[in-house]
């Protein structure tokens, strides 16, 4: 069974560009969720998708965006960054079927924005 | 809205102490129950869980128990090796909604 992935694994931006991080589910997964994790502080959710569209979204404003594919692999995309986008970016992904209250997260993305 | 409070850390043991992290809940409805732990520079692992009250989740010697009437899911483990040094979140969710976390708790294990 093929677990969480996410890529890259760093990223440096400048304040005011754009990012797309990638995430491939768990097999078996159709649901996505996407958390956002500053220093020091406990992940935040950011929104989830599933079957292709957003069902959930947390305090984040809309620059905040994502996509997910057929085969329920995942985006999130930020535009215009700003300093305090610099976080590790967590995906998570669960099952619709058994074990439904359960995700299970990859090893992150961290963006430092400069 | 639901929350989590854990206690705050950082808690340095030693090798082979005992090991309680406190972690309480307010939430509507019968949420689960999680402890996930985040070794350095890496993602999040789910340590164990607990769905309804009384349930008690174990993994890797680690324990904890639903309690309902204390809001409450104290993580526990009777002895801690210096491999276990992390940080430890507890956090909360129901069905198909989004995990809520509490703030985390770095755990320092010294030889």
């Known amino acids: 069974e093929t677990g969480v992935t996410q890529s890259p694994t760093h990223l440096i931006k400048t304040r005011g560009q754009q990012v797309t991080l990638r995430c491939s589910s768990q097999?078996?997964?159709?649901?996505v969720s996407w958390y956002q994790q500053a220093l020091g502080q406990g992940p935040q959710f950011i929104f989830q998708?599933?079957?292709?569209?957003?069902?959930g979204r947390g305090n984040f404003p809309p620059r905040f965006s994502g996509l997910q594919f057929p085969n329920y692999s995942s985006e999130l995309n930020v535009n215009a960054l700003e300093l305090d986008d610099s976080a590790l970016y967590l995906c998570?992904?669960?099952?619709?079927?058994?074990?439904?209250?359960?995700?299970?997260f990859g090893p992150g993305t961290r963006l430092t924005v400069l | 809205g639901d929350s989590v409070t854990q206690m705050e850390g950082p808690v340095t043991l030693s090798e082979e102490a005992f090991l309680t992290i406190n972690c309480t809940y307010t939430?509507?409805?019968?949420?689960?129950l999680f402890w996930y732990v985040q070794y350095p520079g890496e993602g999040l692992q789910l340590l164990l869980k607990?769905?309804?009250?009384?349930d008690k989740g174990s993994n890797k010697g680690f324990e904890a128990t639903y309690r309902k009437e204390t809001t409450s899911f104290h993580l526990e483990k009777g002895s801690v090796q210096v491999s276990d040094s992390a940080v430890y979140f507890c956090?909360?969710?129901?069905?198909?909604?989004?995990?809520?976390f509490g703030k985390g708790t770095r755990l320092s294990v010294i030889a």
């Open positions: 998570a992904s669960r099952s619709s079927g058994r074990d439904t209250d359960t995700q299970y």
């Open positions: 097999s078996g997964h159709n649901t």
């Open positions: 998708y599933y079957r292709e569209e957003e069902n």
């Open positions: 939430a509507t409805g019968y949420p689960s």
């Open positions: 607990a769905t309804k009250a009384d």
């Open positions: 956090a909360l969710s129901g069905t198909y909604t989004p995990l809520v």
